[in-house]
């Protein structure tokens, strides 16, 4: 069975940044990883993704530049690192892993899910 524990939210002012960490337990090495968000009354959207092996990543189009997914083997942790940080991007971050057939920001791809983790970015 997959857990994963995400941690690193918190509050920050526009222009901060932040590093999401999500520890991953059960076997996670041939999944894709990827970082979801979700605001209350919106559908959860994706952020980023990141395959195995060769780490090709994918990126929601109007965060690519300011955000960075990135894994560790050795650690089972996938990380989220977020700069240029913008009230807009207040929501419940998400980690998930799955083995994606299909596009790499569908929720639907994703068959693991964590608790989530609150970002909260103050102008």
């Known amino acids: 069975q997959v857990q994963l524990v995400e941690s690193g939210g918190g509050s920050v002012q526009a222009g901060g940044s932040l590093r999401l960490s999500c520890a991953a337990s059960?076997?996670?090495?041939?999944?894709?990883m990827g970082w979801f968000r979700q605001v209350p009354g919106k559908e959860r959207e994706g952020v980023a993704a990141?395959?195995?092996?060769?780490?090709?990543?994918y990126y929601a189009d109007s965060l690519k530049g300011r955000f960075t997914i990135s894994r560790d083997y050795a650690k089972s942790t996938v990380y989220l690192q977020m700069n240029s940080l913008k009230p807009e991007d207040t929501a419940m971050y998400y980690c998930?892993?799955?083995?994606?057939?299909?596009?790499?920001?569908?929720?639907?791809?994703?068959?693991?899910w964590g608790q989530g983790t609150q970002v909260t970015v103050s102008s």
């Open positions: 998930a892993a799955g083995w994606v057939a299909g596009a790499h920001l569908d929720v639907n791809e994703y068959r693991y």
């Open positions: 059960g076997y996670t090495y041939h999944s894709t």
């Open positions: 990141i395959d195995t092996g060769g780490g090709s990543t």
